[in-house]
């Protein structure tokens, strides 16, 4: 167990649906990341948040929207998305963004499927 | 644009086998840069981090060096275990005034420690 949960752990979705996913961290951290890792690609970040403010959009498309009401939780809001979405979604947490001591600690990950 | 680089994509070792990791990258200007373990449909756990400042870190059996200049780190396991079977990512952490603390993710080396 790192500290950092993520519901739902499976989704299965068709396109026209509507979901989110959860994460929460319980660790006192201030920096919340969302990742996505597709089969042979490499880990992407998607979106950063620190002190509850987005820091970082890395050009991820608009059906994809994240929420990070407090510093323990974020969410990802989906809606309408494509079968290429389909990855294995983390979240990860650390104490501060941008410091050359910072470790990020991950969640266990969604796996979602789009239909 | 940073692009991490990791060799080889897998092996496989008996038990007991030191064996060396390799990571590569195209831009110097570096935070940190961290190791972590991915076991199959979980979460990334990190095992060491280098400042960009240090050469090397060790914990246990693992050692990480970086070599700044030259775009390459290794990580070293000495007297492997079936139990070190996993993914091995490398992350470099990207400098940027404006927009620091980015992961930046290798593909990684899937290790496969035979009894």
């Known amino acids: 167990e790192t500290g950092v949960t993520q519901t739902p752990r499976h989704l299965v979705m068709g396109m026209t649906n509507k979901k989110s996913l959860k994460c929460e961290q319980h660790?006192?951290?201030?920096?919340m990341y969302w990742y996505k890792q597709s089969a042979k690609k490499p880990l992407e970040l998607m979106f950063v948040?620190?002190?509850?403010?987005?820091?970082e959009n890395n050009s991820v498309p608009s059906r994809f929207s994240p929420e990070c009401p407090n510093s323990s939780h974020l969410f990802l809001h989906l809606h309408t998305l494509q079968p290429e979405d389909s990855a294995l979604y983390l979240c990860?947490?650390?104490?501060?963004?941008?410091?050359?001591?910072?470790?990020?600690?991950f969640g266990p990950g969604t796996r979602l499927t789009v239909l | 644009k940073q692009e991490v680089t990791q060799i080889p994509a897998a092996l496989s070792v008996p038990e007991g086998e030191n064996l060396v990791l390799n990571c590569s990258f195209t831009?110097?200007?570096?935070?940190?840069l961290q190791w972590f373990r991915q076991d199959p449909g979980k979460g990334l756990t990190s095992l060491l981090l280098?400042?960009?400042?240090?050469r090397e870190q060790t914990s246990g059996r693992l050692n990480a060096s970086l070599d700044k200049s030259s775009g390459r780190s290794t990580l070293y396991i000495a007297a492997s275990q079936p139990g070190d079977s996993a993914t091995y990512l490398c992350?470099?952490?990207?400098?940027?005034?404006?927009?620091?603390?980015?992961?930046?993710f290798g593909q990684g080396t899937t290790l496969q420690v035979k009894p």
């Open positions: 990860a947490s650390s104490q501060k963004q941008g410091t050359s001591t910072d470790t990020q600690y």
């Open positions: 660790l006192g951290h201030n920096a």
């Open positions: 948040y620190n002190f509850k403010e987005q820091t």
């Open positions: 831009d110097s200007a570096i935070y940190n």
């Open positions: 280098i400042q960009s400042s240090q």
């Open positions: 992350a470099v952490t990207r400098y940027s005034s404006g927009n620091t603390g980015k992961l930046i």
